[in-house]
């Protein structure tokens, strides 16, 4: 797999690459740019499945000065164990029941030669011939997303409020799966480490920048005289889905999907589905003796209008070797080689609509 050297995002710090077994024509600007879509005849499978999985700090096997202090070298972090943990990873999407999905977003990556040695060696065999990898430049992790299906267009957002910067950028990725495209919106949001109302203005930054994208994505679609785009939401967002319903908040939540698509016209912002609270319950995440529901996929009206992509249905994969013996997420130690990530993947299903 070639992999593209990093690209700067002038005055916004952003890195991102594109890996691919051929090079993408692929931008990283803050604008976005029209792109053509298939006209082709449909040739898209009859289900498309994406996975979202916070890793929990997947770091290489060597120092380069911004890895946590448990993963360096003087602490016994090494290449062998990075190895080991790369075995672990691939041995578990090997369990998922129905296969390893068609795109996968990985949350906490150090860099784009981990998510390259993951579709080169280690998840070879489920054909993942594209990529996308994005962090700022001073983070210590990024995110990055592997797919089977040819990735169109990928660019890196970032976004400032009141002389503060949310501290990862956003990835647009679109997908092209047999001529039917879909958008997914990569994200990890600040933690509720620190002060609470500091910590919540950078999510609030951060979901102000989805309107945003969300907003240019219709309108340039509206320009093009073409159907709505789907658009998927996908990673670790540090809040739960009721943190959602709160007034002001910069987009709309719902958890109906009846009359989803005629409810569109009463937001002026826009409007995404949760399947927590109906189609999922407890969590994806332990902490404290709680589940907590801070991973997430949020779709777009486009996800239920019966054209192209529609929803069919989606899961939190809780078995082991995703969980311990007592049902929960057994973090990775280091030290011992031990678990695999304090977070649960969540599998979403997508089901093709014939033309």
């Known amino acids: 797999m070639q992999t593209i050297s990093f690209l700067k995002l002038a005055g916004a710090g952003l890195a991102s690459a594109v890996l691919s077994r051929?090079?993408?024509?692929?931008?990283?600007?803050?604008?976005?740019?029209?792109?053509?879509?298939?006209?082709?005849?449909?040739?898209?499978?009859?289900?498309?499945?994406?996975?979202?999985?916070?890793?929990?700090?997947?770091?290489?096997?060597?120092?380069?000065?911004?890895?946590?202090?448990?993963?360096?070298a003087a602490q016994g972090w090494n290449e062998e164990k990075y190895r080991a943990r790369l075995t672990a990873i691939a041995k578990a999407f090997g369990q998922i029941e129905g296969g390893p999905p068609d795109a996968a977003v990985f949350i906490e990556l150090e860099n784009e030669s981990v998510l390259d040695l993951l579709a080169e060696e280690y998840l070879s065999q489920h054909g993942y011939q594209q990529g996308y990898f994005a962090k700022k430049?001073?983070?210590?992790?990024?995110?990055?997303?592997?797919?089977?299906?040819?990735?169109?267009?990928?660019?890196?957002?970032?976004?400032?409020?009141?002389?503060?910067?949310?501290?990862?950028?956003?990835?647009?990725?679109?997908?092209?799966?047999?001529?039917?495209?879909?958008?997914?919106?990569?994200?990890?949001?600040?933690?509720?480490?620190?002060?609470?109302?500091?910590?919540?203005?950078?999510?609030?930054?951060?979901?102000?920048?989805?309107?945003?994208?969300?907003?240019?994505?219709?309108?340039?679609?509206?320009?093009?005289g073409k159907t709505a785009v789907p658009i998927l939401l996908a990673g670790d967002f540090n809040q739960t889905a009721d943190e959602f319903f709160v007034d002001g908040f910069p987009f709309a939540v719902t958890?109906?999907?009846?009359?989803?698509?005629?409810?569109?016209?009463?937001?002026?912002?826009?409007?995404?589905?949760?399947?927590?609270?109906?189609?999922?319950?407890?969590?994806?995440y332990y902490y404290r003796g709680a589940w907590e529901s801070i991973d997430h996929f949020f779709l777009s009206g486009a996800f239920f209008d019966c054209l192209a992509w529609d929803y069919g249905g989606v899961k939190v994969l809780k078995d082991a070797p995703w969980t311990g013996s007592g049902g929960t997420p057994q973090s990775f130690n280091p030290q011992t080689g031990g678990g695999l990530s304090d977070h649960l993947p969540l599998l979403l299903t997508l089901k093709a609509i014939p033309n």
């Open 137 to 224: 430049g001073n983070q210590s992790l990024g995110t990055g997303i592997l797919s089977r299906y040819p990735i169109t267009r990928a660019l890196s957002h970032g976004y400032s409020r009141d002389e503060k910067a949310i501290p990862r950028p956003i990835s647009e990725v679109w997908i092209d799966a047999g001529g039917e495209e879909i958008v997914i919106l990569i994200c990890h949001w600040k933690s509720k480490l620190g002060k609470l109302e500091e910590t919540q203005a950078l999510r609030n930054a951060a979901a102000l920048l989805i309107r945003r994208i969300s907003e240019d994505i219709r309108a340039e679609r509206e320009t093009g």
């Open 22 to 72: 051929r090079i993408l024509p692929f931008c990283v600007l803050a604008l976005m740019l029209p792109v053509a879509c298939a006209d082709s005849a449909r040739s898209a499978p009859e289900s498309l499945s994406v996975l979202t999985w916070n890793v929990e700090a997947l770091f290489d096997g060597h120092d380069d000065g911004n890895e946590y202090a448990e993963y360096r």
């Open 255 to 284: 958890r109906s999907q009846e009359g989803f698509r005629d409810s569109l016209a009463n937001y002026d912002e826009p409007l995404f589905w949760t399947p927590w609270g109906t189609e999922l319950d407890e969590g994806s």
